[in-house]
């Protein structure tokens, strides 16, 4: 990690902070506007289609189930996925470091560290295991341990992501309560 005046961060990991911040990521990604889209013009459709042509009683039966399966399947897989995802950046017994400088953030994982400028990020989201940092020009989000940082530290790096001279715009501040830095995913 450069060496510069702001305090480094740093975290061990643990299979549960693995666990909870994957949580954390597949809720932010099953919730975000184009998402709730795809359950409302996809979802729906599928489960009267299969009621509609399954013949006699059984239609009705069909597509109750595949109203029903059909969220817990993508539910199930979302979550496989940013496991797996985390799985590269987040190893159990790893240190993860973060560092907010005036100019960037700095992260290192056991995938790598990276020195991203603050116009890299378009919006930041803060739940209760994890941290999101939105990317401005790519459909993907950066994933940290909210533990990693102090609620000052928060309060800087919305500051900066939010910052007129960051590239993206404003920045989401999260308070409701998605993947790994630093390598993106969508």
Known sequence: ?????????????????????????????????????????????????VGVTTP??????AGFVAAVLLPVLVVWRTRRS?????GATLVPGATVRAQIRDDALVT????????????????????????????????S???LPRALLTDDDLALLRARVGAPSSAAGGADDGAAGAVPGPQPAT
């Open 56 to 61: 006699g009683r059984q239609g009705a039966w």
């Open 141 to 143: 989000v950066v994933v």
């Open 1 to 49: 990690m450069p060496d510069d005046t702001a305090l480094v961060r740093e975290l061990t990991i643990t299979p549960e902070l693995v666990r909870r911040v994957a949580r954390d990521a597949t809720v932010e990604l099953l919730t975000r506007p184009r998402m709730l889209a795809v359950w409302a013009l996809v979802a729906a459709p599928v489960a009267v289609l």
């Open 82 to 86: 940013a496991r797996r995802a985390l």
């Open 108 to 139: 290192e994982t056991a995938a790598g560290s990276t020195c991203a400028p603050w116009s890299t990020y378009a919006a930041v989201r803060v739940h209760r295991s994890a941290l999101l940092l939105r990317f401005a020009r790519v459909p």
